[in-house]
């Protein structure tokens, strides 16, 4: 059991650029989630997936985010023409089920 | 619905001293309950969870929380603060009716006075 792990850690781009940061689950856990956290604030969900099927995606996530997860194992989401307000914290989490989350290290992501 | 209110937005002790964090939450169903601890700059670690078995949860590093149904409460508590424990606590409720998804608190800094 390795953990959750997340890349990149840290992302700088320009507004209108496209960045995707990318997920890897503990083995075996059958479900992936997504959260954003932003500064001073808890995180908020935004989608998760069980195996390859994508579950539910939060109103929060407008149409310039989209996410996949091929296979069932690793993650991606990506965001298409950042804006400044896109800046935040992106968390990966999974679980075995309706179990607990187990987190990875996130990416923070700052858009100038 | 479900949502979790943390009543502290910061709480400052001493080294030795007991720490509290308060948690009220609400949900439809019978939720379980979480605590998440958030060193600065590092992703989100489990402290300890309450899933309907003893309403007194003991957790990682001295910390225990007790879930009390009449008040809707999971407060956090350690008799003994230490200088590691300087951190962002979040409570967390989920339950089968949101498909287990996660509500966070909006956190509580904690800072240790030496």
């Known amino acids: 059991d390795t953990g959750v792990s997340q890349d990149p850690r840290h992302k700088i781009t320009k507004r209108g650029q496209n960045v995707t940061f990318r997920c890897d689950p503990i083995?075996?856990?059958?479900?992936l989630y997504w959260y954003r956290q932003t500064l001073g604030q808890g995180p908020e969900f935004l989608t998760y997936f069980q195996n390859e099927a994508q579950l539910e995606k939060s109103r929060l996530l407008s149409d310039r985010f989209s996410a996949e997860r091929p296979k069932g194992s690793f993650s991606t989401l990506e965001i298409q023409r950042t804006e400044q307000g896109d800046s935040a914290m992106y968390l990966c989490?999974?679980?075995?089920?309706?179990?607990?989350?187990?987190f990875g290290p996130g990416t923070r992501l700052l858009v100038l | 619905a479900q949502s979790v209110t943390q009543l502290d937005s910061h709480v400052s002790v001493s080294e030795g001293t007991p720490v509290l964090l308060r948690c009220n939450y609400s949900?439809?169903?019978?939720?379980?309950l979480f605590w998440y601890v958030q060193h600065p700059n590092k992703g989100l670690q489990l402290l300890l969870k309450?899933?309907?078995?003893?309403?007194l949860v003991k957790g990682i590093n001295g910390f225990e929380a007790e879930f009390k149904k009449s008040e809707t409460s999971f407060h956090l508590t350690k008799p003994s603060a230490h200088m590691s424990d300087a951190a962002e606590y979040f409570c967390v409720v989920s339950a089968p009716s949101n498909d287990y998804k996660l509500s966070f608190g909006a956190g509580t800094t904690v800072t240790v006075r030496a």
């Open positions: 989490a999974s679980s075995p089920g309706q179990e607990t989350q187990y």
């Open positions: 949900s439809s169903y019978s939720p379980s």
């Open positions: 083995s075996e856990h059958n479900r």
């Open positions: 309450y899933t309907s078995a003893a309403t």
